[in-house]
Structure formats: structure tokens, C-alpha cells
């Protein structure tokens, strides 16, 4: 079974940054721009490197162009 994510990504940050606010969801601070999912790009490959999974197995669900998107995380 699937576990889905709440995010909110700040593109255009000066560093980047994961905060963990609750269980299932973060706050993301990117350097891209939020422009041809550049920032969404960048949010995937943070957020797997902390949860220490491939990029493969999480999916944007919701958001592609908003701040606040829900990833699925395939286990």
C-alpha cells in the first residue's frame, strides 16, 4: 500500500532545506526556479534522499503547479 505526502515547496530558496512539520507532511526549500517543473524536480530529489528511496518510487499525485503538492511514496 501507497503512503501519500502533504508538501509545500518554496522554489527560488537560498539553500536547500527538508523541515519536517508532522508525519506525513514537509516543507521544501529548493534553488530552482518553479518553471518547467524544475522546482518539482528538485523537491522529488530532496525529499527521496531523505526518506533514502529511489525517485522511482515516489509520484506527484497533486500540485504540478502549486506550492502545495501530495506525493505518493511506493514501498
Request: glycine share 4%; hydrophobic share 45%; proline share 7%.
Amino acid at each position: 500500500m501507497a503512503q501519500r505526502i502533504a508538501v509545500i515547496v518554496k522554489p527560488n530558496a537560498r539553500k536547500p532545506q527538508i523541515v519536517k512539520i508532522a508525519p506525513d507532511d514537509y516543507r521544501i526549500a529548493v534553488r530552482e526556479p518553479a518553471q518547467n517543473g524544475q522546482a518539482n524536480e528538485a523537491a522529488i530529489n530532496l525529499l527521496s534522499e531523505h526518506l533514502g528511496i529511489p525517485k522511482s518510487k515516489l509520484k506527484l499525485v497533486r500540485g504540478v503547479s502549486s506550492r502545495h503538492k501530495l506525493i505518493e511514496v511506493m514501498r
